[in-house]
Structure formats: structure tokens, C-alpha cells
């Protein structure tokens, strides 16, 4: 397990962890452009994916009926990173809080899935991620997109990926851009993919009081006056990966299909009698 005392350690070896196994998958990632100060188009940096770690914190609910079944929630703090995992991505600090629930198996990991949960984006001059500034100085930035999570699971070799689709309104224009210049923040349909691996950690006391007594609301030991343990049912986790954003086309409406079916069916010849 690895210590929580060393942020700048806890960067390193997370994004080190990802970033050898999330290559290739980034190769094939639609190209999308951020400006983390907000300025607009002529300042953004185009990728395919963006470097992110940070920590959170997981707990389950067995199933009344079936044990081995149960309900999770998750709460936690990302920091994006730049190309190396050296350093902050941009200008201004790019920090995400999220809160995500599902459910899964005891007997079958493949089983977990995603059903609800929201991600939030902040651009921050402070670069205090990490701290007990708000909430591990995670949120307390400008509030730049919210996405709505809806789906997600495990995917191969231990990755875990999460689903999101930006709220509407809610992305600010001059920070997100697609491959061909377009404002994101104008899109009618724009998804967040997450793409993480994880591991259980021992937490030290600034993620005990900031994240898991802060942002996910805990109770229980470390927050009740006793001391923090991990355990099946409650424990800290670490993360390292990737997010990317795309910009999804709106189906057609059923209405309008229906009216090319039919368009086409009136088209078709008649057979003669």
C-alpha cells in the first residue's frame, strides 16, 4: 500500500500505474482541445486524452435478499496532469469532484456497473489540490462543467471506466473545444469518459477529514472520534488515468424517421394487376 503523506509521490506513481496500459486506448480517443484558463480557442492544448489522479472513497451495502450482491457509492477528488504526470495540465489547477453509485458483486468484479452519479470540473488559480483548502482544495475553484453519470463498468486488465454526459448549460465556453476549433459549451450533446484504475490505500488524515469525512459524508470510524480502518463494507482507494470528452450526434427524432419510412414506402412501385 502506498502512503497518502507525499501528494507529489502519490501523482507520480499513480499516473505511472495508467499511463503504460492507457497508451494505446489513447491513440484511438477523438482529439479534443482545453484551455484551462478560459481565454478561448487560440490558448487551448489539443489531446486525446487527459492525464488525471486523485483519491477516493468507496462504500458497499450488501443485498438483504442476496448477500453476495450489493450497492456502492463513491466519492472523490481528481487533478489533471500534464503529458509527463509531472505537473499540473495547464495555467490554472484542472481539479474534478465526483460522487458515483452502482452495483456489483462479491463473487464476480466483472458485474460492477455505473447507474448514477455526477462529475464536476473546476479551473482553479490557486494550485492548492491536495490541502484542506474546501474540499482538498478539489472545489474550490470556478465551477467550469457538470456531467451526469450513467453508465460505466470494469473493463480489461483491472481498468475501470465511467460514462458522463455534460449537463445542459452547465459547461462555461472558452475551456473545452473539439478537434475542428468548436466550442464544446454549444454542443447539445457532449460525453466525459473515465477511465481509472485503483487501488486500496491507507489513507492519511488530511484525505480522512477533507474526502472521506468531507466529500463523501462518512459516519463511521475516522470520522465518529475513532480511529479510520479500511474494510469490505468502507475504504480509500487511489486512482490513476484518463478522461477525454467527445462531442456524442443527437439521434434523429422518432417523429421525423417516421416520416422518412413513410416517404419511402409511399415511393415504393405498386405492382401492377
Known sequence: MISLSNPSSLYRRAVALALGMLAQAALAAPVFQINTDGSGLAGATSIASLNVTGVGFVQTSPDANAPYLFRFSESGAYRALNEAGTGAFGSRDLTITYTTSGTGSFLDPGALTFDAGIINVYSDAAFDFGTATAN???????????????????GAGGLVKVIARARAGSMLDGYFFDADGRDMSTAANTEMTLSVFNQMVNPDQMMISEVI???????????????????????????????????????????LLGLSLATLALMRPRRRT
Open 213 to 255: 469525512c468531507g466529500l463523501a459524508d462518512y459516519k463511521g470510524p475516522g470520522c465518529d472520534g475513532t480511529p479510520f480502518f479500511n474494510s469490505q463494507l468502507a475504504f480509500a482507494v487511489q486512482d490513476g488515468g484518463s478522461a477525454s470528452l467527445s462531442t456524442v450526434p443527437e439521434p434523429p427524432p422518432l417523429t
Open 136 to 154: 482538498y482544495g478539489a472545489n474550490n475553484g470556478t465551477l467550469i462543467a457538470t456531467f451526469d453519470i450513467f453508465g460505466g463498468g470494469p
